[in-house]
């Protein structure tokens, strides 16, 4: 593949296109030709989509990846030596000529070494004891501090003398190191040799191999930083760590591909418009018209610079190389080559030595080219030279004065990468092809043709130009290939001729013609040699001085062409040799020129600048002819002093109020996604977060090593109440408490880190959040602080830190990474799941407003928008007369950094304005317009408000040093120019805090109302409102917060060759802002539209006026306010229109409003009286230094008042009118302007194909790689969540980031199971949202330990039976039978849940006939019941979220999560009553079939096993317990493993048939009884029922087989346990009982097991007696008069002991819903049986608000029908035409009956002396009708009746046993009602008949009615009728 001509363009497009361009430049004299490559690829863009129709393809994949893993993470390839010479020696310690070179042996023999050499010391495998002595050439091996090696080996052997071994390959195999891995001097050269005093040879020092380990394992020009890590630089030049695969790599045509595909076709990129190095904006377009097509990823072409020695020598790499080669040959031979380059070039990894030490050996065949001495001088700046390709041989030699040219590698990887064809077009066959040499090399020569004279040429550009050029080359086949198959022969190359090397020096000649020299061609006949020596006498000779750039093309031998690129214009050499410098070696040079001064001469150059002689003469001669008095200039007004005067004479500012603060509706729905995402790790099957076993939160904040930021958090912490709320502090708190939650990741962190760790370990049941504030900063491997560690302990920290595997591997700790730059935590290889990543939500979709927000963020897309709404200040600029000053000192001053050129000019621009401003106005001309503004508005911003508020000017100064000079310099020209009390001047340093003037403390502790003393500002919010100007240094901005008050963002010097997407978006994240709008608009002021997401912004022309807002069009216009905000933000931070998605995309633009009259200007409003001025703080965070009653408040700007026609001035407020607004209060009305150099601001301004700005198609991270450069482009549409896949895909992070290692078997459970990924654009407020989270956790973990149970006190406790019994035993621990059984039955309902039941009446009772209370409304009852909310015990039953390690295996999760398996065995028995044979079935987990019979193993179930009644064992519950539950799978409380203490029980739950699949899949290992299909919508009464008959059944079959086992049948266990799903904890009372009869009575409760309790009570003396046990329900007032008596004879209900045995007769209504538990009560009570209730036992029920009853909706048949039904439309006269109802008929009837039954019983009402008299039955007729139960069976029980007369009687479903005889006996009121209730009409008439009804009841046709259900549901028929 590799110099393959056989990818030619395929169409004679490009000749038609080339030759009319040759015939223009032909015909042209002055105009110049539009070059080949636009007409070619411009116009070919939109034909491009319309020949594709539209369609995209989708079978591009990500080119292959190179072969070379390396040793750690692949198996090594073993190393085959060749076979010695014949004859020659191969003993171990002598040389192939046999001559010995042991130390030990020749140490005392002479040794010629010549000149340039030294003796070195190797080791060899084979004789570990001993040293071998080499000469070596010193200028291959280090210097003293480990830097300065040339690559490639030159050395002589001292034994037999023969020299020149150019390989230490060669020279290993001579000496007979015999190794069996690839030969590195690094590895095997050790020691220098030394002489000692005696002359003799010996072992000196170590050979200082700086990181050789780590930096000749890394592949070589590393493909897409140019920074590394800061705490890697200081030490030396960083290279990789092992096993660094190759990036892309080219393979042999199928070899095996790795990766993931490309999903989307690069077709996306042919319809963007053409914008290129920021020429986008509307006076570029036309010049972008004749430019390329724009590209992706832009990076300096220069930026990509060697990183390391290769780890071994192939084809194409040369000795003189710097670094590895530079670039994968194409394999041959079958011999597959490892990748040793990453061949797709972004932006740069550091070099491995600095331009000045880029030095190239002259040891080589051929002429070296030798670089003149004096080229840095003529020609101002350091060409760089790009190798292109080179066929032959090595590329050129250079000697000389090497300093002086700069030589990368660059150009010829991005050719290398070109050539791989991505497999997903191998498939199109061998037509298609890459693109030829020939055509690249065209190609670029296009390129530079093209760039403007102030453009650098980007990488990224001539790669989609290749890209492109390819694609459409193999249009043709690409589109036959998609739609038809493959033929089995693909077609040769086409017909149209190839560019050929012989023409492509013309052609190149030729296109660059036209280019008025700014592109030089050089063709050589014989080597590049001649070419660059060309090259050099032209530049010494000054024909070049109007060139950029000089192409040398050789193209003489064997057809084929080597080329190499120099850039030779100045600004661009500069720009590209700069840009090769990692940001260490940055901060060393420019330090290097500080210390050395070199800047001297900058210096002297200012001195004479300007014409009135040296500046600080004039500055001197200012001061003493003003010394002693002020300058009046700047004198605040005293009319303005005057204007505003509080009651006590203190001067009032008047632009704030205070308003309530809290969490921003932002905040809490991130910390709710937050809370979400925990929940969901805790629910996942993996078991990996038990969120059930943590009490309560604790936490540790890492930030990076900021003073500021650290203080920043702290306070932040400490005023936002989040410690209180965890209960981890207790007022009053102090900060030095607070600072143990905040750990700055510094040398002293891993002591406070390990007592964290420590902590965790000791409190398992504490939940730890450990919070990486910040978490894009320090992403170094700890494997790079292996071999820094002595120079720098902070290198890879954080990895130390928060990757050990302590963190890792400790349950009870989440770690959750917070960043406003995320991507380098999105690779291939993060530890950090994509479901686990949360995003800030975007604040409008659709159109719609989702969070209800006044504030809006104003981030870098709305500065971006700013730029475009066509103001002619936007808020994003740059300095022109600065850049144009910067140019041309560079110029003067080529050896100087153009950091410090920039610094200084800058520097003295600030100064001369200040000069300017303060009465030497000459000193304008010596400043720029933009600085002048600055400083002017800086000056006169105190003036304008009483109280002496003044704006912030941030000057952005990353270099340390140079940030010391500035400082220095601008406080020397403040000093004297007597301002000092003016403005302050503070240098920020990220290492230190802040320091201010005395005076300005005062001020500031004035305007906060601060009291202390000692109180000093620690953090930038607190300089809010002082004028100053803080020169912000540091690399990298750590996190720090800017207050409001600032208005400049001065970022003139930034580090402009570092394009990084995160580098460059953090530092314009310094200037993001809320902007608030609230008040309605003023019609006087003058408005510019600022919007936010879709809307436009801009600056005024005048600063001094402010600028408006205009919100989304359904808003208000008003003006704008805006609040600062930051990343460390309060609670009450609120939110973004612009959160989510790309930071740096656009917008729509609306309309803008008209401009307002010119004389209505803001000085015409009058302001709105406010609180004083020391009211006036930090907007975000009044509470940072307030006492703590003004914690709640925050101060936001008030707009002006007033609202006057336009042209008015409005009305004077209460103050004078013309007070001067206070300029603080203006810059907080709009965004900062921020000030860029010129290459950023292109670069962020350009848009590319995708509509983004070419800023967001970077490299996302210094410290990641692509993996392909076949790969879509970022796309405007994308979403937060979109581009992390996007890079998570596309990229793979660096051998020196700690996410290098992970995954390295590309295992897909890489993710680690409890990390969190936060992220959210700077300054928005993610500090106040993770706080909030906080908070929210250990609510919901304390919430997670509670459980809301019913609280209800019984009721009619008043209506007790009126007896002189009872049961006066109060110690007894079981009830005695004989005792018991002489208790009479309480009839009374006492549970709270009957609260609306109707009353049952007995003789005993006296019922007074007042109102029972007013009937609740149907929807309130679930509502209006009382709970308590309860912390569970270590007895509760539990729901499905409960995981803990005991209950795995009884919950059924298999240690490796896989189901338990179950059979399900079908179990019927016959049932008179329902006239058919019952078939339930029974699902049985295979762990539980030892509870049951089968006739044989997985054969017939026969029967459930029963316990003896004579058992006594204490391990296992005898009874079964059934639980009946619908609707509840997830929170029925099923889990009773805790509840019975652990012991072995049978437990059944009873399911209906359409929800079996689901409770199985949520209750796995539990057995399932499931109810036939004809009772899917039935009530609980069905279910009680069948669990009865079953039990029953299964004791009769039990019988049968125990009996021939020889058991009696009374000896089986009778009993079940029927509880219901809500039944959550179980206590008992103990009582003590003292004094006669048990007069000092107390009792205390407690909670206990289930199985104590069970356990018990199946232990009661003669328990077969007994029908039905239950117990208490609990109540927190529970009366001693409740538990006084141990046992009750009454009701139970909820949970139950059944004897089925003694209930045989006695059976459920299987057609009831509601009162069932009562129905069967009263039933068995009538048969004679007891019912006995344990007081000193009680249930708890928990509050389930889904499921159970409330299951059963009852709605309408009719589709449409939206409206509610109500219980009056349960009935209906039969026949009519009533909307029938989906619901059974008895839940009809029944739920009438509740609401409505007096309008069948009138006379009933509240008339409790005369109840309705109810046979066989117990329904609720509603809390205001009492009833009386009597049963008709002979022999039962049943109350007497003699005496009462009953007003209606209620026949229900009646049997045979009801007769007309039988209700001859009871009595009824004149006018009593009767109802009767049969299933049809013809029963009902039949029974009417049968009980001779007429006889004392009179009946109307229209008395009868029916439930409102359709025939086929069978409604239930009623007929009632009036006692005569």
């Known amino acids: 593949m590799g110099n393959s001509y056989a990818g030619q363009l395929k169409t004679t497009r490009f000749e038609e296109v080339l030759h009319n361009s040759i015939e223009a430049s032909l015909r042209s004299n002055n105009l110049v030709p539009r070059p080949v490559f636009s007409q070619l690829y411009l116009e070919a863009e939109q034909k491009l989509n319309s020949l594709e129709g539209g369609s995209r393809v989708d079978h591009e994949e990500e080119e292959e990846e190179g072969e070379g893993g390396l040793e750690t993470s692949s198996p090594p390839n073993s190393y085959q030596l060749p076979p010695p010479p014949e004859g020659c020696c191969t003993t171990d310690g002598f040389c192939q000529a046999g001559k010995d070179l042991r130390l030990v042996s020749i140490s005392s023999e002479p040794i010629d070494v010549p000149a340039g050499f030294l003796l070195v010391g190797a080791k060899a495998p084979s004789l570990p004891d001993h040293l071998l002595v080499c000469a070596v050439d010193k200028r291959f091996l280090p210097d003293d501090n480990g830097h300065n090696a040339l690559l490639g080996f030159s050395g002589n ?350 052609l190149a000649g030729l296109a660059a013609s036209s280019c008025n020299d700014s592109v030089h061609v050089i063709e050589c006949a014989s080597s590049l040699a001649e070419g660059l020596a060309e090259m050099f006498r032209l530049l010494i000779e000054g024909k070049l001085a109007k060139t950029n750039y000089v192409v040398i093309i050789c193209a003489c031998r064997n057809a084929a062409i080597d080329s190499c690129i120099a850039v030779t214009g100045k600004y661009q050499a500069r720009i590209l040799s700069e840009s090769l410098l990692s940001p260490a070696e940055y901060q060393r040079e420019v330090h290097y ?140 708190m102090t900060k030095q408490r607070v600072e143990q939650y905040v750990l700055k990741l510094d040398a002293e962190a891993q002591t406070k880190f390990k007592a964290f760790v420590q902590n965790s370990f000791q409190n398992p049941h504490t939940l730890f959040v450990l919070i990486h504030d910040h978490a894009h900063w320090d992403l170094v491997s700890s494997a790079v602080h292996n071999l820094y560690s002595q120079s720098d302990p902070t290198v890879g920290l954080v990895d130390r830190l928060l990757n050990c595997r302590e963190v890792k591997e400790a349950p009870n700790i989440v770690t959750l990474h917070v960043t406003s730059f995320p991507y380098a935590l999105q690779t291939q290889h993060t530890l950090i799941s994509p479901y686990n990543e949360i995003h800030w939500p975007v604040s409008y979709s659709n159109g719609m407003d989702l969070y209800h927000e006044n504030k809006k963020y104003f981030g870098l897309s709305e500065f971006i928008e700013s730029t475009l709404s066509g103001h002619s200040l936007p808020l994003l600029r740059y300095d022109s007369s600065f850049e144009a000053m910067v140019t041309a000192l560079g110029k003067r001053f080529p050896r100087l950094h153009s950091a410090v050129i920039r610094t200084f000019v800058l520097v003295q621009h600030y100064a001369a304005a200040m000069m300017a401003l303060s009465g030497l106005p000459q000193m304008k001309n010596h400043t720029s317009v933009e600085t002048l503004e600055i400083t002017q508005n800086l000056l006169n911003s105190p003036k304008q408000c009483p109280c002496g508020h003044g704006l912030m000017v941030l000057l952005r100064v990353p270099c340390s040093p140079l940030a010391a000079v500035a400082y220095e310099r601008l406080a020397h020209v403040r000093a004297r120019l007597a301002l000092e009390e003016h403005f302050e001047i503070v240098l920020g340093s990220p290492s230190s805090g802040i320091t201010v003037g005395k005076h300005f403390v005062k001020q500031l502790k004035m ?169 006036s703080r930090l907007c975000e965070r009044p509470e940072l230094t307030a006492p703590p009653s003004h914690r709640s408040l925050q101060v936001a700007v008030t707009p002006p008042s007033g609202s006057s026609p336009a042209g008015q001035p409005p009305a004077a407020g209460p103050l004078l009118p013309q007070t001067p607004p206070c300029a603080m209060a203006k810059a907080s009305r709009q965004p900062p302007v921020v000030f860029l150099p010129k290459l950023v601001y ?128 109060f110690t007894d621990p079981w009830p005695d039978l004989e005792l018991f059984q002489k208790m009479p039955f309480d009839y ?89 044979e019952i078939q339930l079935h029974f699902i049985i987990p295979k762990s539980k079939e030892h509870h049951f019979v089968f006739s044989q193993p997985g054969g017939q179930l026969e029967s459930m096993r029963l316990p003896l009644v004579t058992d006594k064992s204490h391990e296992y519950i005898k009874s079964p317990t059934f639980t009946p539950t619908t609707g509840r799978h997830e929170h029925g409380l099923f889990n009773l493993y805790h509840a019975m203490d652990g012991a072995s029980h049978l437990h059944v739950l009873v399911v209906k048939e359409y929800e079996m699949a689901i409770y199985k899949k949520y209750w796995p290992n539990h057995i399932m009884l499931v109810l036939p299909s004809i009772f899917n919508s039935a009530g609980v009464g069905a279910a009680h029922f069948l669990i009865k008959e079953l039990s029953y059944h299964n004791l009769e079959l039990e019988r049968n087989r125990q009996e021939e086992l020889g058991i009696k049948p009374q000896d089986i266990w009778p009993f079940i346990v029927i509880s ?171 739920k009438f009956l509740q609401y409505h039954s007096p309008r069948f019983f009138p006379l009933s009402l509240k008339n409790h002396s005369h109840p309705v008299l109810s046979v066989d039955c117990y329904l609720n007729l509603g809390s205001q009708i009492s009833v009386c139960y009597v049963s008709s069976r002979p ?76 025939k086929e549901d069978r409604p239930l028929f009623f007929l009632t009728g009036r006692h005569i």
Request: charged share 20%.
């Open 1007 to 1175: 305007w906060q109302k601060i009291e202390d003393a000692e109180w000093r500002p620690q953090t930038y919010l607190e300089l809010e409102g002082l004028p100053c100007i803080l020169i912000f240094s540091g690399m990298d901005p750590h996190g720090e917060s800017l207050p409001r008050s600032l208005r400049y963002c001065d970022l003139r010097l930034i580090n402009s060759s570092c394009l990084v997407r995160t580098a460059l978006e953090q530092e314009l994240g310094l200037a993001a802002y809320f902007v608030s709008s609230e008040m309605p608009l003023e019609k006087g002021t003058r408005n510019e539209a600022l919007e936010s997401d879709g809307e436009k912004l801009s600056s005024t022309d005048n600063e001094d006026e402010e600028l408006g807002v205009e919100g989304s069009p359904t808003e208000k216009r008003s003006p704008a306010r805006r609040e600062r905000s930051r990343s460390h933000d309060s609670a009450s931070s609120s939110l973004s229109s612009r959160a989510s998605g790309s930071v740096l995309g656009g917008g729509e633009s609306l309309a803008q409003p008209p401009g307002p009259p010119p004389g209505a200007g803001e000085q015409d409003t009058s302001p709105a009286p406010c609180s004083s001025v020391e009211d």
């Open 157 to 506: 052997c001292v034994g037999c003398g023969k020299k020149g071994f150019c390989y230490f390959t060669e020279f290993s195999n001579h000496i007979n190191l015999k190794l069996t891995t690839q030969p590195k001097k690094q590895k095997h050269l050790k020691y220098y040799l030394v002489r000692n005093a005696q002359g003799a040879l010996t072992k000196g020092p170590l050979i200082c191999w700086k990181g050789s380990e780590f930096r000749s394992r890394q592949t070589s020009a590393s493909t897409c930083s140019s920074s590394s890590f800061p705490p890697l630089e200081s030490t030396g030049p960083v290279a990789a760590l092992p096993s660094e695969p190759g990036a892309t790599s080219s393979l042999p045509v199928g070899a095996q591909q790795s990766g993931p595909a490309c999903d989307q076709a690069l077709v996306t990129t042919a319809t963007a418009p053409a914008v290129f190095n920021g020429k986008g904006s509307p006076k570029h377009q036309q010049q972008a018209k004749n430019s390329l097509l724009s590209l992706p990823r832009p990076s300096a072409l220069g930026i990509l610079s060697n990183s390391g020695p290769p780890k071994k020598r192939h084809k194409g790499w040369s000795p003189e190389s710097p670094s590895a080669p530079d670039g994968p040959c194409p394999p041959g031979g079958g011999h597959k080559t490892k990748s040793e380059s990453a061949p797709m070039p972004c932006v740069a990894q550091p070099g491995v030595m600095g331009p000045a030490s880029m030095t190239f050996p002259v040891v080589a065949p051929g002429e070296p080219v030798s670089v003149p001495d004096n080229l840095l001088k003529i020609c101002k700046a350091k060409p760089v030279i790009f190798k292109g390709k080179w066929c032959h041989g090595t590329f050129p030699y250079l000697c000389g004065n090497l300093n002086d040219v700069v030589v990368s590698p660059l150009l010829h990887a991005c050719y290398q990468n070109s050539q791989s064809v991505s497999r997903a077009y191998e498939q199109y066959g061998a037509s298609v092809q890459p693109i030829s040499e020939e055509m690249q090399l065209l190609l670029t020569v296009y390129y530079l043709v093209q760039l403007a004279a102030d453009q650098v040429p980007l990488m990224e550009d001539l790669e989609q130009i290749f890209l492109r050029s390819w694609r459409e080359s193999h249009l043709t086949e690409i589109r036959q290939y998609q739609q038809a198959p493959p033929p089995p022969y693909s077609a040769g190359p086409g017909l149209v001729a190839p560019v050929t090397s012989a023409q492509l020096p013309w």
């Open 1242 to 1369: 292109d670069m962020i301004l350009a848009t590319d194909s995708s509509g983004l700005p070419k800023a967001a198609s970077l490299l996302p991270a210094p410290s990641v790689m692509w993996t392909s450069s076949f790969r879509p482009l970022l796309s405007k549409t994308m979403t937060s969540t979109e581009q992390s896949l996007y890079y998570r895909q596309w990229t793979v992070p660096r051998p020196s980031h700690m996410d290098y290692g992970n995954r390295a078997e590309g295992r897909p459970d890489g993710f680690h199971p409890r990390r969190l990924l936060l992220s959210g654009p700077p300054q928005i407020g993610k500090t106040g949202a993770y706080l909030q989270f906080l908070s929210i956790l250990s609510r919901m973990l304390i919430r997670l330990t509670e459980v809301d149970v019913y609280d209800e006190e019984e009721i009619n406790v008043g209506l007790q039976e009126e007896s002189d019994w009872r049961y006066l035993q």
């Open 1388 to 1476: 009374v309902i006492h549970d709270p849940k009957y609260e609306d039941a109707s009353l049952i009446c007995s003789h005993h009772q006296s019922i007074k006939s007042e109102d029972r209370g007013m009937a609740r409304k149907p929807e309130d009852l679930y509502v209006r019941r009382q709970t308590a909310r309860m912390r569970l015990s270590k007895y509760a039953a539990y729901n499905t979220y409960h995981h803990c390690e005991q209950c795995h295996q009884y919950m059924g999760f298999h240690p490796h999560y896989q189901l338990y398996e179950s059979t399900l065995h079908a179990f019927a028995f016959s049932y008179s009553m329902l006239g058919e």
């Open 593 to 732: 020129e500080l210390v050395t001064g070199q800047v001297d001469s900058l210096g002297t150059f200012f001195s004479t600048f300007c014409p009135e002689g040296d500046i600080d003469i004039l500055l001197d001669k200012f001061h003493q002819e003003n010394q002693g008095r002020s300058s009046s200039s700047l004198s605040v007004s005293s009319v303005a002093k005057a204007a505003a005067l509080d009651v006590s004479g203190a001067p009032m500012c008047t632009s704030y109020h205070l308003e309530p603060r809290g969490v921003g509706p932002f905040q809490l729905a991130v910390a709710q996604k937050l809370l979400s995402h925990v929940c969901s790790i805790a629910d996942s099957s993996t078991q990996n977060l038990d969120l059930g076993s943590f009490e309560k939160v604790d936490f540790l904040i890492c930030i990076p090593p900021s003073e500021v930021t650290y203080q920043q958090t702290v306070l932040h912490v400490w005023h936002s109440g989040v410690l209180l709320e965890l209960g981890l502090e207790k007022e009053p």
């Open 1620 to 1790: 219901d799903d809500s039944c959550v904890m179980w206590n008992a009372v103990d009582v003590d009982c003292a004094g006669e009869r048990g007069r000092d009575f107390s009792w205390s409760e407690r909670s206990v097991s289930l199985k104590y309790i069970l356990q018990h009570i199946e232990a009661s003396p003669n328990i077969t007696h007994y029908a039905l046990i239950g117990l208490r329900k609990w109540a927190s007032k529970t009366r001693q008069s409740e538990v006084r008596e141990p046992f009750s004879r009454c009701h139970v209900h909820d949970f139950i002991i059944l004897n089925v045995d003694l209930t045989q007769n006695v059976q459920y209504n299987q057609n009831r819903f509601t009162c069932d538990d009562v129905d069967f009560n009263l039933r068995v009570h009538s048969a004679g049986l007891l019912l006995c209730r344990f007081n000193r036992f009680s249930v708890m029920k928990k509050q389930i608000a889904v499921g159970g009853q409330r299951s059963f909706h009852i709605t309408s048949k009719v589709c449409d029908s939206s409206a509610a039904v109500v219980p009056a439309q349960y009935i209906c006269a039969p026949d009519s035409k009533h909307t029938f109802l989906a619901a059974p008929a008895q839940l009809l009837l029944e």
């Open 1835 to 1910: 022999h039962s029980l049943n109350t007497s009746c003699s005496e009462l007369k009953f007003s209606g009687l209620l026949l229900y479903l009646c049997d045979s046993f009801v007769g007309a005889s039988f209700l001859k006996k009871f009595h009824f009121l004149k006018g009593a009602t009767l109802c009767v209730i049969c299933q049809d009409r013809n029963s009902l008439r039949q029974t009417v008949v049968r009980l001779e009804l007429e006889d004392e009841w009179q009946f109307r046709l229209r008395d009868e009615f029916q439930t409102a259900n359709a």
